[in-house]
Every structure is written in structure tokens, then in C-alpha cells.
């Protein structure tokens, strides 16, 4: 009997985990096809959307490692649950945004913030829920899911969009994130591994700022007004995660708990299923945001 009930509270577990990431995935696409909308009902340009879109990606990568690391302090599930909270009041914001810059706060950052913290959590819970063959048809679940979700994003944020408003798209992830609270409560809590003064926090903030300033560099180019300020957040961006590498070096020869193992690097196999996966995602990005905004003058002129 307690077998079966085990078994039972494992299942709910993998649904709230999988619901979890499949809804952090599908947020980083099912814009994309609602950009001329976006445009038109916020009263602003093609770049501020760009920026928008980019920001949600950027603010949860620049944190993943955080993220990653206050769960050990906080406890997974509290993780998990601190990031659900933030990501549904971004949700909210997001949904009833009236300018950009609303929509850039509730879906960018808070939403940015809230999957940072989740999406590292969501891992380790199956990890430490399951065992043997069970965490091997979880793990396999969760990641097939993660890429369902980018599959059904454009289909789902095209339907919305179409016939009804972008709005609802943030509104479906509000009770997705309701369903994941209420049912919280079957996912096993795991003690805190670490406590805050042995946070690399040194190391979290070069490799935040770093990576934030990079890629703020890189969208600088777009405008030719601000190429002359470009180099400066990207030779600055560079210079930080250049530290932050030597910053982790350093504490694993003295013992100490580092955001990152680099030596995985030298494993030519990571490092190269990692340079495959950055340009699969450079392309897909670069085609699910030129596709919707140039289509509909592409079709225009030839019907």
C-alpha cells in the first residue's frame, strides 16, 4: 500500500515538474508569432520587441547559475516555489501590460527570474525523487516535453493571437502556474546542502553581469546610432566571464563549492554537444523572429 502510494505521489510529481518546464520552454516562442500584434496594441516598434524577447532568454540564462546554487541554500522545493510565485505574478503583469515597458517588466524580468529559479529546481527534484529506471523515464519525459513545448509554442501563440488576443497566451500560463501551486505540496522537500556564506557570490555576479552585458552589446548593433558604444558592454562582458573562468579554477583548487564545474569543458564531447546546441538555438531564434515579421508583407505583395 505504501509502495502504491509512493508511486502515485511520484507520477503528480512528474506532472507538476513537466507543466513547470513546459511552460518555462513554450514562453520563449510563442511570442515570436505575435510580434506585429505586440506592435500595434502597445504602440511601439520592431526593436523594443526585440529587445522584450531577447531580455526574457537573457535574464534567465544570466541567472540559471544562481538559481542553480540557491537551491542547495534555500532547499529545492522552496526554490522551485519562490520561482513559481515570481514567474505567475509576471504572468499577470505581462497579460494586462498597456506599453512596453510593462510587458518588458512582467514577461522579461520577472518571468526571466522566476524560470531562473525553477528550471534549474525542476532537475534535481526528479533527480532526488527518482531512482534507477523511474528517474531515467522521468529525465527522458521532462526533456521530451522541454522540446514538444518549443514545437507547439509558435502553433499555440499563432491560434491565440489570430482569433483571439496575446493576452490569453500569459493568461494559460497563470493557471498552468496555479495548477503547480496547488498540487506543490505531493513534491518531496529536500534539506538545504549549503548555507549562504559559502555562496560564490563573486562568481554570480561576473558571470550575471558578464553574460547581461554581452548580449546587451550585441543587440547594440543593431542600430547604427549605437555602434560606437557596442564593443564597450561586449570587451567589458568578455572580461567578466574571462574572470569568472579563473573565479571557479581558483575555488575548485582550494575545495571550495563553485556556480560551475569548468573542468567539464575539457571533455571534448560536452563541449561539443554544447557548440551544437548554441547554433541549433542561434537558428531557430533568428528564423521564428524574421518568419512572423516579414510574412505577412512577403504574402501581401504576392496576393
Same mark, same amino acid.
Given at each position: 500500500?505504501?509502495?502504491? !502510494?509512493?508511486?502515485?505521489?511520484g ?6 515538474v ?27 516598434? =520592431?526593436?523594443?520587441?526585440? =529587445?522584450?524577447?531577447? /531580455?526574457?532568454?537573457? /535574464?534567465?540564462a544570466?541567472? @540559471?547559475? =544562481?538559481?542553480?546554487? !540557491? ?7 522552496? /526554490? ?9 505574478v ?12 510593462? !510587458? ?5 524580468? %520577472?518571468?526571466?527570474?522566476?524560470a ?27 526533456? &521530451? @516535453? ?7 509554442? #509558435?502553433?499555440?501563440?499563432g ?14 500560463? %497563470?493557471? +498552468?502556474?496555479?495548477?503547480?501551486? !496547488? ?5 518531496t522537500? $529536500? #534539506?538545504?546542502? @549549503?548555507k ?5 557570490? +563573486?562568481g ?16 547594440l ?9 557596442? #564593443? ?6 568578455i572580461? %567578466?566571464m574571462?574572470?569568472f573562468y579563473?573565479n571557479?579554477? &581558483?575555488? @575548485?583548487k582550494?575545495?571550495k563549492e #563553485? ?9 571534448r ?8 546546441? %548554441?547554433?541549433?538555438? $542561434? ?10 515579421v ?10
Amino acid at each position: 500500500m505504501d509502495q502504491e !502510494l509512493n508511486t502515485q505521489r511520484g507520477w503528480l510529481t512528474l506532472i507538476i515538474v513537466t507543466l513547470s518546464i513546459f511552460t518555462i520552454v513554450i514562453d520563449k516562442t510563442f511570442m515570436n508569432v505575435a510580434i506585429s500584434s505586440l506592435i500595434r496594441d502597445l504602440n511601439t516598434n =520592431i526593436g523594443m520587441i526585440q =529587445i522584450i524577447i531577447a /531580455t526574457y532568454s537573457l /535574464t534567465m540564462a544570466s541567472l @540559471m547559475l =544562481i538559481g542553480g546554487r !540557491l537551491q542547495n541554500i534555500l532547499g529545492r522545493k522552496r /526554490t522551485f516555489l519562490t520561482g513559481a510565485t515570481i514567474y505567475g505574478v509576471g504572468t499577470i503583469i505581462a497579460a494586462l501590460s498597456i506599453n512596453s515597458y510593462m !510587458l518588458l517588466f512582467g514577461w522579461s524580468i %520577472l518571468e526571466g527570474i522566476g524560470a531562473a529559479l525553477m528550471m534549474p529546481a525542476t532537475t534535481s527534484i526528479i533527480s532526488g525523487s527518482y531512482d534507477g529506471e523511474r528517474r531515467a523515464f522521468a529525465l527522458g519525459i521532462t526533456s &521530451s @516535453m522541454a522540446s514538444g513545448a518549443g514545437t507547439v509554442g #509558435p502553433i499555440i501563440g499563432g491560434f491565440l493571437t489570430t482569433f483571439y488576443t496575446w493576452r490569453y497566451a500569459f493568461g494559460l500560463e %497563470l493557471i +498552468v502556474i496555479i495548477i503547480i501551486v !496547488l498540487f506543490s505540496r505531493e513534491i518531496t522537500r $529536500f #534539506p538545504p546542502t @549549503m548555507k549562504w556564506g559559502e555562496l560564490n557570490l +563573486v562568481g554570480a555576479v561576473n558571470s550575471s553581469v558578464g553574460i547581461f552585458l554581452f548580449v546587451i552589446g550585441i543587440l547594440l548593433l543593431n542600430d547604427p546610432q549605437t555602434w560606437n558604444i557596442a #564593443p564597450y558592454p561586449i570587451v567589458i562582458g568578455i572580461i %567578466l566571464m574571462i574572470i569568472f573562468y579563473f573565479n571557479q579554477k &581558483s575555488r @575548485m583548487k582550494q575545495n571550495k563549492e #563553485p556556480l560551475v564545474d569548468v573542468s567539464l569543458f575539457k571533455d571534448r564531447g560536452f563541449t561539443l554537444a554544447n557548440i551544437a546546441r %548554441l547554433i541549433m538555438n $542561434f537558428t531557430i531564434g533568428g528564423v521564428l523572429f524574421v518568419i512572423p515579421v516579414y510574412s505577412r508583407a512577403f504574402w501581401a505583395q504576392i496576393l
